[in-house]
């Protein structure tokens, strides 16, 4: 079951009950991605929401379903001054919670070069290798509890591109409560800007739990620009689509209430049309 919505700025949203929902309709995204383009570009996110996604991927690789071996798949951030074999560094996670388990090349993982010595040099050449490659095919995101996209934190620009970054301080604290031990946590990342995301062919965005309903009612109903950097993704129009639990679009209004709801009934894929008008559900 699931709600789906057409934004008049073009984009889609799918309401689905749970994480596990959201984490399979992800899935079906990166596998239709796949069977398309078995040459795609990818990027896929750090953090627990895409844990369940990681999951399925690797069921289905494992099943045969699924075949990254021709994909090239793009690293989103990581910690300034970590290389990608530091046991804390983002890339590092992403080879163990995902790229050990799916049949990716290693000469097609692409890290960002966080421990670069010049890092403003080899943020620029990851954008110009990305470019080469044909940039994102399809670009699956989380959203920050303050709204961050990848690591471009409040005050990023849709016209930014890799580059290093400031960390916001409930960014280092979000990050720290990952660990079981305690480690200093960098104050600075080098993370793919809002215009590489932006030029992707389609993205995903997805968002679990309570912990996410405000910054994705801020995204998606508030003003789009820096103050929320996700909300630049609406930009994207028809290329975005929205995968929401239930409660992390606990907080919606505008959907329900500018009447643009279409509720269809149990399938899981069916299109959102933008047509509309049934009444507000209060149990959105
Ligand atoms: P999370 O992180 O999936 O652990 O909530 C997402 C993010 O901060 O981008």
Redesign the pocket.
């Known amino acids: 079951m699931s709600t789906e919505y057409r934004s008049p700025e073009g984009w889609t949203l799918a309401i689905v009950p749970d994480i596990a929902a959201m984490s399979a309709r992800a899935a079906d995204r990166v596998e239709a991605t796949l069977r398309d383009n078995p040459g795609a570009v990818i990027s896929l ?6 844990l369940h996604l990681f999951d399925i991927l690797a069921a289905r690789v494992a099943r045969g379903e699924l075949d990254f071996s021709h994909a090239d798949f793009y690293c989103l951030d990581d910690y300034l001054g970590l290389r990608g074999d530091d046991p804390h560094s983002l890339t590092h996670w992403l080879r163990e919670a995902l790229i050990a388990r799916v049949n990716l090349a290693p000469s097609h993982v692409h890290e960002v070069p966080a421990a670069a010595p010049d890092p403003d040099v080899e943020a620029a050449n990851y954008d110009r290798d990305l470019a080469e490659h044909g940039g994102l095919d399809l670009a699956v ?5 303050n709204g ?3 690591f471009n934190e409040p005050g990023a620009e849709s016209t930014s591109r890799t580059r290093v970054v400031d960390l916001k301080p409930e ?1 280092i604290a ?1 990050a720290t409560a ?1 660990w079981q031990h305690a480690h200093a946590m960098p104050s600075k990342a080098m993370t793919i800007g809002i215009a590489n995301l932006l030029e992707a062919r389609q993205i995903v965005l997805i ?3 309570a ?2 309903a405000r910054a994705i009612q801020q995204a998606l109903e508030g003003p789009i620009g820096p103050v929320l950097p996700a909300s630049f993704l609406r930009r994207a129009g028809s290329r975005l689509e929205v995968i929401l639990d239930e409660a992390a679009a606990a907080d919606l209004t505008v959907f329900p209430t500018a009447g643009i709801r279409e509720r269809n009934g149990g399938e899981s894929h069916g299109r959102a049309t933008g047509v509309a008008a049934t009444p507000a559900d209060p149990s959105l």
Do not use: D, M, R, W
Request: aromatic letters at 4%.
């Open positions: 996110p750090t953090g627990t929401t895409p995101v989380g959203i920050g509890p961050h996209v990848a960014t979000q990952y968002a679990s739990g912990a996410k």
